[in-house]
């Protein structure tokens, strides 16, 4: 038995299905969770001593690769410092300014622990400004587990089949109204029917919790133009696609302005990590300034925040930062795209820039129902050849593959395509 299956075991004695987080757990896939010891660079090392290629990244923020040296030395240098003071520092202002500066949008920020906490404080900022309660959520979109965005969500609950969560009263969701993920009449109906009732549409500017849907051409300027003429708020929940896509996110990458932004672990470099943020006169709602209350003793945690520095300053100094990184992306992507093909298998494969999935299916995906499409048997085959022969996917088919400024063409990313050629030669 491996280490890992040893630590599984008695791990689901300990914690609801023997982990933290749902999909983590990898059951939708048939394997042994592997049991991460350490990382560098594009690698994952398990408790059995065996390394992987990792494309699942902490789902995100390690765009730089795990374990920057410039990124661990500021975070060892503040944690010799005190770990926690419950009291304002100066990295919380530095912060502040840097996503105050790199993001057109955001005039005030606020910094949390999760993008879950990010997307709760949000809503109710978008409740208190508007003086409205309901919010326009899109089925397979996730917003994290907070109660009223646990309908028909992305990710974790779409992996395991139950879209609506046990545990969450009617009442937290009967201001939940959904629509469908590029279908702006769906949206235009609900405005129709209760526009004046809508204080936010919030929405994953790139779809990447369904696996990636990428919105069509004007979805999001759509979106924009119906909150603006009823008088409800765009909130763009960038958790997955902030300071991913360009160095200004998704807002940045379409040229589409939201009032609010929620952030997530990114800019923490993997560290506990949220934030949102947007126009002055929202943000100035939040207490103290303002009577929308939301508090926290480790918002703005001394080492999270010189983490995160650390990786936001070389991802805004590196030249051609982004334009490298999507590139590679679009390089590997459409490589993957030629061997699908040359084995003529029934897919569908999404992408933008350094963020990816492959659908099995050969209809086009483009929301939540074309997602489900998927053979996730197949999703699930594919995943198991690619673990045991040394890289690491998201352990579900609706999750994405996040590519590093570590993963090298002439490295990692080509040693994964002759792995993935392997695979589908053999599954003919
Ligand atoms: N759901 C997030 C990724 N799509 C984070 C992973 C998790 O839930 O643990």
């Not at 987080?21 to 939708?28: E, K, L, Q």
């Not at 300071?243 to 998704?250: E, I, P, Q, T």
């Not at 996917?393 to 395509?417: I, V, W």
Request: glycine share 12%; with cysteine; proline share 4%.
């Amino acid at each position: 038995m491996s280490r890992s299956q040893e630590l599984f075991r008695e791990a689901v004695g300990l914690m609801p299905g023997g982990v933290n987080s749902p999909v983590r757990a990898f059951g939708n896939v048939d394997e042994t969770p592997r049991f991460i010891e350490s990382a560098r660079g594009a690698y994952v090392t398990d408790a059995d001593g065996i390394s992987y290629i990792d494309y699942v990244g902490s789902w995100g923020p390690m765009i730089l690769g795990h374990n920057h040296p410039k990124v661990l030395k500021s975070v060892t240098e503040t944690a010799a410092k005190g770990l926690s003071f419950g009291a304002a520092t100066e990295n919380e202002v530095k912060m502040a300014r840097m996503i105050c500066d790199i993001v057109p949008s955001i005039e005030m920020v606020r910094m949390v622990n999760s993008g879950t906490e990010a997307v709760m404080s949000a809503l109710r900022a978008a409740r208190g400004y508007t003086g409205r309660n309901k919010i326009v959520k899109f089925t397979g979109c996730y917003h994290g587990h907070t109660d009223a965005m646990l309908v028909k969500a992305g990710s974790g609950v779409m992996t395991a089949g139950v879209p609506d969560s046990a545990g969450v009263p009617a009442g937290c969701t009967a201001d939940t109204l959904l629509a469908e993920y590029n279908d702006l009449e769906s949206v235009r109906s609900l405005f129709e029917r209760c526009g004046e009732e809508i204080a936010a549409v919030i929405v994953e500017p790139v779809g990447a919790n369904m696996g990636v849907v990428l919105p069509k051409e004007g979805f999001l300027p759509g979106l924009r133009a119906l909150c603006s003429s009823y008088g409800s708020l765009l909130i763009f929940d960038e958790v997955i696609t902030g300071f991913r896509l360009s160095l200004s996110g998704a807002q940045g990458y379409f040229g589409v302005t939201p009032d609010l932004t929620t952030f997530g672990k990114i800019i923490g470099a993997g560290m506990p990590v949220g934030a949102y943020g947007g126009r002055r006169e929202i943000m100035e709602m939040v207490a103290p300034a303002g009577n929308v209350y939301q508090a926290g003793t480790l918002s703005g945690n001394p080492v999270a925040m010189a983490a995160g520095l650390a990786q936001l300053s070389i991802l805004r100094e590196t030249p051609d930062f982004y334009k490298n990184l999507n590139d590679t992306g679009d390089w590997f992507f459409s490589e993957m795209e030629g061997i699908l093909k040359k084995y003529k298998v029934k897919h569908c494969l999404n992408h933008i820039g350094s963020l990816g999935c492959v659908f099995f299916t050969e209809h086009e995906v483009y929301d939540y129902a074309t997602a489900k499409l998927s053979d996730t048997q197949a999703y699930g085959n594919y995943f198991k050849y690619m673990l045991n022969h040394g890289v690491y996917l998201a352990p579900s088919q609706f999750e994405a593959m996040f590519l590093s400024a570590a993963h090298t063409k002439e490295g990692e990313l080509g040693k994964t395509l002759a792995v993935m050629e392997d695979y589908f030669a053999k599954a003919q």
